[in-house]
């Protein structure tokens, strides 16, 4: 198996630009997180999906931020507009289980870069 | 909330032991534990469930003291490959199921 695979790997724009992070989670996992990480916040929980729905967005920032799981096989994470603190690196992972008893496979990560 | 992790960083002789500490506040249903080198993503290590159980992954372990609301992850005879970040991760026995992460121990083993 290829293992979740997140795209692009790093990108760079500017302040005001729309950014779209892309995710293929691995096949027959139900589950699907995207996690954002920093030196001063850690891994953070963004949103989370199972079958496609989403379950708990409640770490997603703010309405700049928006992700949609239009299938089994691929999810996007949003940022329109994007500012300078949304610099991070973009993780997405995926489970075959729920959160509680779920290993987590995570991709190579998308690195952020706002200026 | 998010666990505490302690300590913050730890550097070891290659052969020597370590312990890290995951604590919360809230009451567990489990603990995660991760492990993320430098400029990649975090692979999964072990997960505990309430039980108080204890795991072993080669000669890393884990257990769960769900009374105190804490884990802590050993490491035997570190070996150079050991290095990096170690996270943990809980979910409560609340109703959201969701994992989140404490801030990370830096281990570096030396040789």
């Known amino acids: 198996d290829a293992g979740v695979i997140q795209s692009p790997r790093h990108e760079v724009t500017e302040m005001g630009q729309e950014v779209t992070l892309r995710c293929k989670p691995i096949?027959?996992?139900?589950?699907l997180f995207w996690y954002r990480q920093t030196m001063m916040r850690g891994l953070e929980l963004l949103i989370y999906?199972?079958?496609?729905?989403?379950?708990?967005d409640s770490g997603m920032p703010e309405d700049r931020f928006s992700a949609k799981m239009p299938n089994a096989s691929f999810s996007t994470l949003k940022i329109q507009p994007s500012e300078p603190r949304d610099s991070a690196v973009y993780f997405c992972?995926?489970?075959?289980?729920?959160?509680?008893?779920?290993?987590?496979?995570f991709g190579e990560g998308s690195r952020l870069t706002v200026l | 909330q998010q666990p505490v992790q302690s300590p913050q960083a730890v550097i070891l002789r290659e052969g020597e032991d370590a312990v890290i500490n995951c604590s919360s506040s809230?009451?567990?249903?489990?603990v995660h534990w991760y492990r993320q080198k430098h400029g990649e993503a975090p692979v999964f290590l072990m997960i505990?469930?309430?039980?108080?159980e204890q795991k072993g992954h080669e000669k890393i372990s884990a257990s769960f003291n769900e009374k105190k609301q804490q884990s802590s992850l050993y490491l035997t005879a570190s070996q150079l490959s050991y290095s990096g970040t170690y996270f943990c991760?809980?979910?409560?026995?609340?109703?959201?199921?969701?994992?989140?992460f404490g801030s990370g121990t830096q281990l570096t083993v030396l040789p």
């Open positions: 992972a995926s489970s075959s289980r729920d959160p509680n008893t779920g290993e987590l496979f």
């Open positions: 096949s027959g996992h139900d589950y």
């Open positions: 999906f199972n079958n496609n729905v989403p379950i708990d």
């Open positions: 809230k009451a567990l249903y489990s």
């Open positions: 505990l469930l309430k039980g108080g």
């Open positions: 991760g809980t979910t409560d026995s609340g109703s959201a199921r969701q994992l989140t």
